[in-house]
């Protein structure tokens, strides 16, 4: 009995070897470079920046005539004009500075949102590849410390299952 076991235990870790383990490896950046999905996401980012940026340079050219206009006349008001404008320079930094971190909110959650189905339909589109080919994995090439030169890039197969040519 004892020695059925002892060889039970031998013969285990050849039999976990046969497994065939299929790797490949895709390039992610590649696939950014060639989907048309993501030049509309650009030109959709690169709008909303600047249009933020517009509003954010507003704001600031307002506060910087308004603070232009004290300095040059802040000897010639009386005291209670020259407080109130000081005042409204204040609220006027607090409100650049609110508008600049709602823009960056604005943009976070922008970003996500057009991103997100780029990115569903990639890992579709790998994880049919892997499923077709029969692959156990499917690495990043940056994440690799190693790749021989008989590694299989499934990079083209899944640019093909996207359906760009």
Do not use: C, F
């Not at 500075?97 to 189905?117: G, H, I, V």
């Amino acid at each position: 009995m004892k020695k059925l076991i002892v060889l039970i235990l031998m013969l285990l870790p050849m039999g976990l070897m046969a497994q065939e383990v299929k790797v490949a490896v895709v390039d992610i950046s590649k696939l950014y470079e060639v989907m048309p999905e993501v030049k509309k996401y650009q030109e959709a980012m690169d709008a909303a920046t600047k249009e933020w940026e517009k509003q954010i340079a507003d704001a600031k050219n307002e506060h910087d005539t308004k603070y232009a206009d004290l300095v040059e006349k802040g000897d010639s008001l009386a005291d209670n004009i020259k407080q109130w404008r000081t005042q409204e320079l204040v609220e006027l930094q607090q409100k650049l500075e609110n508008l600049y971190n709602y823009a960056q909110k604005s943009l976070a959650d922008k970003d996500k949102e057009l991103m997100a189905p780029i990115q569903e339909k990639i890992e579709k589109a790998i994880k049919d590849v892997g499923d077709e080919n029969g692959y156990t994995y499917i690495l990043h090439p940056q994440a690799v410390l190693y790749q021989s030169p008989s590694a299989i890039d499934a990079t083209e197969k899944v640019i093909a299952k996207l359906g760009i040519k």
